[in-house]
């Protein structure tokens, strides 16, 4: 079963910023800075922790990620153009 997920990052040096942003585009859609909507199986989850940890310094590096409930709504305030598909928005 394929779940959605929101992946936030804070990364502290630019060339391991790079490589997380060049990852996360292959596994999700880019929303904001450093944040990434992604529908994934747990495989794909459990994957996708595994390869961030490698481009990640665990010590100066922040990446959480959320587990979203199954059709909600979202809010979008202000300039809110990168809408993913199977989202439903309400304003």
């Given at each position: 079963m394929?779940?959605?997920?929101?992946?936030?990052?804070d990364i502290s040096d630019e060339?391991?910023?790079n490589r997380v942003y060049r990852f996360?585009?292959?596994k999700?859609?880019?929303?904001?800075?450093?944040v990434f909507y992604c529908i994934l199986?747990?495989?794909?989850?459990?994957?996708?922790?595994a390869e961030?940890?490698?481009?990640?310094?665990?010590r100066y590096?922040?990446?959480?990620?959320?587990?979203?409930?199954?059709?909600?709504?979202?809010?979008v305030l202000g300039v809110g153009d990168r809408i993913p598909d199977g989202v439903e928005v309400f304003y």
């Open positions: 394929r779940l959605p997920y929101l992946v936030c990052y060339g391991r910023l996360m585009k292959g999700g859609f880019h929303i904001q800075y450093s199986t747990d495989v794909e989850l459990k994957e996708m922790k961030i940890l490698k481009l990640i310094h665990s590096d922040d990446v959480r990620i959320y587990p979203l409930p199954n059709n909600s709504l979202v809010a």
